[in-house]
T-cell receptor, first 115, second 117 residues
């Protein structure tokens, strides 16, 4: 199993540009989570999907952020327009139905720098 | 606001000693608890899970849970320099959407552990 795959690994963009982060969950996992990690705030849950349906997006900071999961093997997190305060590491994680017992598996993350 | 609190550290221990990492949580309904290890520049990696009060041992790692005190800890015996990392406590909080049986992981900010040779 290749694990959770995220792309790109690093992204440097100028303020105001659109940024799209991509995630492929582990095959068979039915839940997908997008987290953001900063030194100040730690790991914050942005949004999660269950069976491709967004369940809770209350962690999305503002309307500039959007996420989609068009099928069970792909999800995107888009920031438009990007701002310097969006600079962080963005992790995607996936989990099986019984995540209360088995936790999550994280991807390698995307380090986003907005200049 | 559901919270998970950890001492940020750094916690410094000599090689071969026991490292003790602590975590408290606010939601009494929390049902499962996890410890993740995160090396610098890497993603969190699950190392321990615990669901019942008491101790759970796995090799050099022991997780301890006290639901009455809302307290979780991780002991690392015979600490090695390779254990130097940030340890994240994560608590699964029930979700009404799933009738309380599933939920989301809320993470603490982590404790940085440094094991000195």
């Amino acid at each position: 199993d290749a694990g959770v795959i995220q792309s790109p690994r690093h992204e440097v963009t100028e303020m105001g540009q659109e940024v799209t982060l991509r995630c492929k969950p582990i095959s068979g996992h039915n839940s997908l989570f997008w987290y953001r990690q900063t030194m100040m705030r730690g790991l914050e849950l942005l949004i999660y999907f269950n069976n491709n349906v967004p369940i809770d997006d209350s962690g999305m900071p503002e309307d500039r952020f959007s996420a989609k999961m068009p099928n069970a093997s792909f999800s995107t997190l888009k920031i438009q327009p990007s701002e310097p305060r969006d600079s962080a590491v963005y992790f995607c994680a996936s989990s099986s139905r019984d995540r209360a017992n088995y936790g999550y598996t994280f991807g390698s993350g995307t380090r986003l720098t907005v200049v | 606001q559901k919270e998970v609190e950890q001492n940020s550290g750094p916690l410094s221990v000599p090689e071969g000693a026991i490292a003790s990492l602590n975590c408290t949580y606010s939601d009494r309904g929390s049902q499962s608890f996890f410890w993740y290890r995160q090396y610098s520049g890497k993603s969190p990696e699950l190392i321990m899970s615990i669901y019942s009060n008491g101790d759970k041992e796995d090799g050099r790692f022991t997780a301890q849970l006290n639901k009455a005190s809302q307290y979780v800890s991780l002991l690392i015996r015979d600490s090695q320099p390779s254990d130097s990392a940030t340890y994240l406590c994560a608590v699964n909080t029930p979700s009404a959407y799933y009738g309380g049986s599933q939920g989301n992981l809320i993470f603490g900010k982590g404790t940085k552990l440094s094991v000195k040779p």
